[in-house]
């Protein structure tokens, strides 16, 4: 698997951020183009302790027992998401694209770049489960917008 932490597998994923366009047109659910980045960039946030989510106990559960299952397998479409990362306005493209490189590429300096061990949904995670994570969150949103 490719890795968030290695610079040029990182740049995979940049180029590829870079290919939207404010036209771009998502494959199967929701979310416009805007909507996406917004919601993929709330999601890398979290592993740097910038974005605080409250989860119940009972839900917290739920992830600590799926996530096994779910790191290794693909994402399935039009899954649940959690209210904080559900983004329904219309955001400014240029401003939403350049934040999620930006903060993507933080991951390029290597695993010291998580700031937190703990995700509010999954629980406990290494620097393995955040690349894991954050890789296919965020190249399953790139191929529903066709890149």
Do not use: C
């Amino acid at each position: 698997m490719k890795s968030i932490f290695d610079k040029t597998d990182n740049a995979i994923i940049i180029n590829r951020i870079n290919k939207l366009t404010p036209e771009s047109k998502a494959e199967w659910g929701k979310m416009s183009v805007d909507q996406m980045l917004e919601h993929t960039n709330a999601a890398v946030i979290v592993a740097f302790g910038e974005k605080e989510l409250k989860v119940n106990f009972l839900i917290k559960l739920v992830g600590k027992i799926l996530k096994k299952k779910v790191f290794n397998s693909e994402f399935k479409k039009n899954s649940p998401t959690a209210k904080e990362f559900v983004f329904t306005a219309q955001y400014d493209f240029e401003h939403s694209k350049n934040e999620l490189i930006k903060n993507f590429s933080r991951f390029a300096a290597g695993i010291e770049s998580i700031k937190t061990n703990d995700h509010p949904f999954w629980g406990n995670m290494s620097p393995e489960d955040w690349n894991k994570l954050m890789w296919k969150h965020v190249d399953h949103h790139l191929k529903q917008f066709g890149v």
